[in-house]
Every structure is written in C-alpha cells, then in structure tokens.
C-alpha cells in the first residue's frame, strides 16, 4: 500500500472527509458509491463497481433476480440450455 501522508479526524458521526486530490486521481465524484471492506486491521475504500457474479466483468450489467450479471454471461447461458 502506498502512504499518501494525509490524515483525517473522524467526526462525531464516524464520518470521514475525502482530500480532493485523491478523489480525482481515483475519479470519484459527489454521489459515487465507495465500497469498504476490512483487511486484518485496516479499513480499505474502493469506488464501487458493479460487478457479474460469474466473470467479474464490470461491463453491461443487468439484474436477474437481484444478482447482477452480464451480457456475455447471460449469451453463454442460452448456449447451455
């Protein structure tokens, strides 16, 4: 992990401040979705991607039963069935 040197304080509703500078290197904006995840004792933000649920793919995205899955994925079904 690369250390940045920024530091933030939490505020008294846990919430923390993103520098701007880091938001544009990762090109998040107001309103994006930021995932969190834990790793050991470290807390890790990610911009959220929706993802398929077979490939990873991030592309072409639809729902299917509140699963997220993609279209090349949903073509190789049909081919199966």
């Known amino acids: 992990m690369k250390s940045t ?3 933030r304080k939490v ?3 846990g919430r923390i401040v ?3 500078e880091i938001r544009k ?3 998040i904006k107001e309103k994006d979705s930021i995932e969190i995840f834990i790793d050991d004792d470290k807390i890790v ?3 959220y ?3 398929c649920i077979f490939c990873g793919n991030t592309e072409n995205i639809v729902y299917f039963n ?4 993609c ?3 949903i073509e190789k079904m049909k081919s199966n069935f």
């Open 25 to 27: 290197v990762l090109d």
């Open 71 to 73: 279209a090349d994925c």
């Open 45 to 47: 933000l990610a911009k």
């Open 18 to 20: 993103l520098p701007i």
């Open 5 to 7: 040197g920024i530091v």
């Open 49 to 51: 991607q929706p993802s």
């Open 11 to 13: 505020d008294n509703l």
């Open 66 to 69: 509140g699963k997220r899955v």
